[in-house]
């Protein structure tokens, strides 16, 4: 009950923030880029940007990675069936779009937790521009109205986790993760 009553207290302070034009717009543009669009760009920069004999199988690390992600966000979107913060909170205005219905965890989140920490395990160049952006989706997600802080806080440490499994196991001996 605290939890809720914490996550409900986050959420109106920081999408009352989306009012402001500028914010509202920022915050959707960063959103929308954690569809996917920026995700996508990364691996044909990592195609470009390196040999193909050590970029393909990045791209396939960042791949099958995502596509566990994937998967468990929406079997646990499924199972738990949370209510989005604007759906249950008159005071939260859904300022963003929506791709499912249920809240917990944030898929946006998830991947972008992802992708981020793949490609800086091979290129620690990008470490501060992906935390950035990383930091910036997760914060989009609250201020749109979307989801709640808890939900992100959960997306991340999954993510963390999905990468760190593949880390530690190297299910696919032929890439070098």
């Known amino acids: ?11 109106r302070k920081l999408n009352k923030i989306s009012d402001f034009h500028i ?15 920026f995700w996508y760009a ?11 004999h050590r970029s393909i199988p990045i791209i396939i690390h ?18 738990t ?3 989005r913060p604007y759906q249950i909170d008159s005071q ?9 219905h249920f809240s917990f965890p944030s898929g946006h989140t998830l991947h972008a937790v992802i992708f981020s920490m793949i490609a800086i395990s091979y290129y620690p160049i990008f470490l501060y521009p992906l935390i950035i952006i990383t930091i910036l989706i997760g914060f989009s997600r609250i201020i749109l109205g979307l989801h709640y802080p808890s939900d992100i806080i959960f997306a991340v440490f999954l993510g963390f986790l999905i ?3 593949y880390d530690t196991f190297n299910f696919f001996g032929f890439v070098q993760f």
Not at 66 to 76: A, D, N, P, R, V
Not at 92 to 98: L, P, Y
């Open 62 to 79: 960042m791949a099958l990675a995502g596509l566990t992600g994937s998967l468990l966000y929406k079997y646990l979107k499924k199972r």
């Open 92 to 100: 939260i205005k859904n300022q963003g779009k929506v791709i499912d």
């Open 23 to 37: 914010i509202r717009n920022f915050f959707k543009g960063i959103s929308r880029l954690g569809d996917g669009i």
């Open 81 to 83: 069936s949370r209510p």
């Open 42 to 52: 990364l691996m044909i920069f990592i195609l470009i940007l390196d040999e193909l």
């Open 1 to 11: 009950m605290l939890l809720l009553s914490l996550d409900s207290f986050i959420s």
């Open 163 to 165: 990468v760190k499994t």
